[in-house]
């Protein structure tokens, strides 16, 4: 079983910025990369950026050049740098671990999910 717990969520002004964290437990198995969701109201959840074991991240394209995603392997924990937060991250953030295919242009998620973090960009 796997457990994720995400933090670091708050309410920040247009153009700040906030650093989540997600700590992971438990036994992975062939799952290789763990990634960032976020789902705004009324809106569908949407992939916002992942890594994968032993490589980079990637990123959708409306947060690319603005957020960053690190890992530390000693604490098992994935980080989501966000900067020049626009009102349009407004959202929850969850995340999730799975796998990543096609280098990273693929990612299945599986059915383990933290409890998600709210982040609020006021204008």
């Known amino acids: 079983q796997v457990r994720l717990v995400e933090s670091g969520g708050g309410l920040v002004q247009a153009g700040g910025s906030l650093r989540l964290s997600c700590a992971a437990s438990?036994?992975?198995?062939?799952?290789?990369?763990m990634a960032w969701y976020r789902q705004a109201p009324g809106k569908q959840r949407e992939l916002v950026g992942l890594?994968?074991?032993?490589?980079?991240?990637k990123y959708t394209d409306s947060v690319k050049g603005r957020f960053t995603i690190s890992r530390d392997n000693i604490k098992n924990t994935m980080y989501l740098q966000m900067n020049s937060l626009k009102p349009e991250d407004t959202a929850v953030y969850y995340c999730?671990?799975?796998?990543?295919?096609?280098?990273?242009?693929?990612?299945?998620?599986?059915?383990?999910w933290g409890q998600g973090t709210q982040v609020t960009v006021s204008s």
């Open positions: 438990g036994s992975v198995g062939s799952l290789n990369a």
């Open positions: 999730n671990i799975g796998v990543a295919e096609n280098s990273g242009r693929v990612y299945r998620a599986s059915n383990y």
């Open positions: 890594i994968i074991s032993g490589g980079s991240g």
